[in-house]
């Protein structure tokens, strides 16, 4: 069984910054191509950043250039840095293996407001 918790969310002014982490449980983290979804109020849960286990990165068009996701296999935590924060991208944040997901941890909510 793999869980993840999700850390880091918050309330950030737009232009604003929040780095959220996801600490993974489990023995085979470093071989899971992992991701960061969100999900908005009345809308699909999307996937918006992938890395594999490799390194190789893809964002959606819609955070590309403002996102950053990294992953520290040591530590079994994959990161989200987000910067020019923008208040579409309010929502529940959730990070999960790509291929094959598991439970759904309560994900992390990060909300952009004035």
């Known amino acids: 069984q793999v869980q993840f918790v999700e850390s880091g969310g918050g309330l950030v002014q737009p232009g604003g910054s929040l780095r959220l982490s996801c600490a993974a449980s489990?023995?085979?983290?470093?071989?899971?191509?992992m991701g960061w979804y969100r999900q908005a109020p009345g809308k699909q849960r999307e996937l918006v950043a992938g890395?594999?286990?490799?390194?190789?990165?893809n964002y959606a068009d819609s955070v590309k250039g403002r996102f950053t996701i990294s992953r520290d296999n040591a530590k079994n935590t994959v990161y989200l840095q987000m910067n020019s924060l923008k208040p579409e991208d309010t929502a529940v944040y959730y990070c999960?293996?790509?291929?094959?997901?598991?439970?759904w941890g309560q994900g992390t909510q990060v909300t952009v407001s004035s």
């Open positions: 489990g023995s085979y983290f470093s071989i899971y191509t």
């Open positions: 999960n293996k790509v291929i094959g997901n598991a439970y």
């Open positions: 890395i594999t286990s490799g390194g190789s990165t």
